[in-house]
């Protein structure tokens, strides 16, 4: 019972989906079969139990048919066809949630049914709710494609042999959509070919850049904007591409909801970050600004107006990087309370450890460290590697040492840490113990070791490395 189909569905219901799936089963619209509001009042009234596995089939049946005894098959029926009409609600309620279509689809039906009133009326209304920013781009221009296209079809029963403007407006709004959506595909699909070893086939993308660039289509916002986030995925070199993707994001931000806007900064904060390793720091400034911007506007929190444990941290990082400590000391327990509870603890001790350590109260910051959890791989890995500093400017050699050779063991036998980062880590505790001890040994044989730095891929903290080799 508790591992069924029509169960996993009703333990996604809030208390507002029960009441309306009562009211949507009570329909004999939908539901030709009374029982079923007797079996679903029954599931909804021991629904705690039911999915704590306490109340199973044969006490629901007693309490639905107390004087017949259990037919299993019976009971069969009542949850297959409870489960269709639960499905149905499903789709009822995105549909009328999510689609925006039922607006239309009247249209069509009083266009077809020469209700000519009821047309012009609904078109009015549905014409004043069409505003972009309030739903996803593509969406949008495909709403507006189809109140054109049933325009069309209106002005067609008419027999006027005039211009008609429906029909202009159909083919643009057809183009606007297929563009927008075309290009938004076409750069998650670079974007995840380069995250992962993918086999994705892009088509036409070469053409449909030439034609953009002939007609660039720079009135319509998601249009200019996918066009330039698809140019810093595909020709990153080239730094104006993000310069006026940045600029069209400031331009355009009002017409994409906050969702959609979310994922298009995202796009320009992955570009920053991949100028930064390939040896750009200029690009940290931007990414910074990007992550205010997106603090104050609020698309980087999520629908439940929570901040991922990730952006926390790498916020912080990036700030500490830029010396903006008193920004930090006010951010981490302004935002604490927007991560989930469970991240709270460990993400408040790694920060402040790492505020700490760039204000030099290292003994603090080694307090704090102890404290952090290992649930993440990255807070594993970073933690143990803000450690080796802090032991490294202590002058603490034993202690230095011991946690260098311990991390190694660490890198070698996780199975989590990529192949990618194992070697940044392994040569980053290499070229620190290595620099550790030739400080003693005097300026010559630190110059060898900053060139060495310099030269070694990949390899994280090497502004940090590189400065250890200054005497």
């Known amino acids: 019972m508790t591992g069924s189909k029509l169960i996993e569905i009703f333990q996604t219901f809030l208390a507002r989906d029960f009441r309306l799936f009562g009211e949507f089963v009570a329909s004999p619209f939908f539901n030709k079969r009374p029982e079923l509001q007797d079996f679903f009042a029954v599931i909804r009234s021991h629904r705690e139990e039911i999915f704590a596995g306490k109340f199973g089939q044969e006490a629901i049946w007693a309490e639905l048919f107390p004087q017949k005894p259990f037919d299993e098959k019976e009971f069969g029926y009542l949850m297959s ?17 999510t689609s925006g279509m039922e607006p239309l689809h009247i249209l069509q039906a009083c266009n077809a049914r020469n209700l000519e009133k009821h047309y012009l009326h609904i078109r009015k209304q549905f014409q004043q709710t069409l505003k972009p920013g309030e739903q996803p781009s593509q969406h949008f221009y495909y709403q507006r494609y189809l109140l054109a296209e049933i325009g069309a079809e209106h002005f067609h029963k008419t027999n006027l ?29 670079i974007n995840r070919r380069q995250i992962l070893s993918v086999p994705y086939d892009l088509r036409l993308v070469d053409e449909l850049m030439a034609y953009l660039d002939l007609y660039p289509y720079n009135e319509i916002p ?15 070199e080239n730094a104006e591409h993000f310069w006026r993707l ?33 040896g750009h720091p200029e690009f940290q400034k931007e990414l910074f600004e990007i992550y205010r911007q997106s603090l104050e506007t609020g698309i980087l929190y999520d629908e439940k107006g929570l901040l991922s444990p ?20 006010d951010f981490i327990p302004a935002q604490i309370e927007h991560l989930e509870p469970e991240f709270r603890e460990t993400s408040l001790a790694y920060n402040m450890a790492n505020l700490n350590y760039h204000r030099g109260q290292f003994d603090q910051a080694l307090r704090l460290l102890n404290q952090v959890e290992f649930s993440d791989i990255f807070y594993s890995l970073d933690t143990r590697r803000m450690m080796v500093k802090i032991y490294f400017e202590r002058g603490d050699t034993e202690a230095l040492l011991s946690l260098i050779a311990a991390f190694k063991i660490y890198l070698k036998r996780n199975k989590l840490v990529s192949e990618a980062n194992r070697r940044a880590y392994l040569n980053f505790v290499d070229l620190a113990a290595r620099i550790f001890r030739a400080r003693e040994k005097g300026k010559e044989s630190l110059h060898e070791l900053s060139q060495e730095v310099a030269g070694t891929q990949p390899l994280i903290e090497e502004s940090w490395l590189l400065s250890k080799t200054q005497t």
């Open 310 to 329: 990730w952006d926390f941290k790498n916020i912080i990082t990036l700030a500490l990087r830029l010396g903006e400590l008193d920004w930090t000391a």
């Open 222 to 236: 998601p249009v200019a904007v996918y066009r330039q986030v698809l140019l810093i995925l595909s020709d990153s």
């Open 246 to 278: 940045k600029s069209l994001m400031v331009k355009y931000q009002s017409h994409f909801p906050a969702l959609e806007f979310r994922e298009i900064s995202f796009y320009a904060q992955n570009y920053c970050i991949k100028r930064i390793k390939q």
């Open 81 to 97: 066809f409870l489960l269709k009409l639960a499905e149905s609600y499903l789709g009822q309620q995105f549909y009328r949630e």
């Open 161 to 189: 042999r005039t211009f008609d403007q429906n029909l202009q407006e159909a083919v643009d709004h057809l183009d606007h959509f297929y563009l927008t959506q075309k290009l938004k595909l076409s750069c998650e699909l």
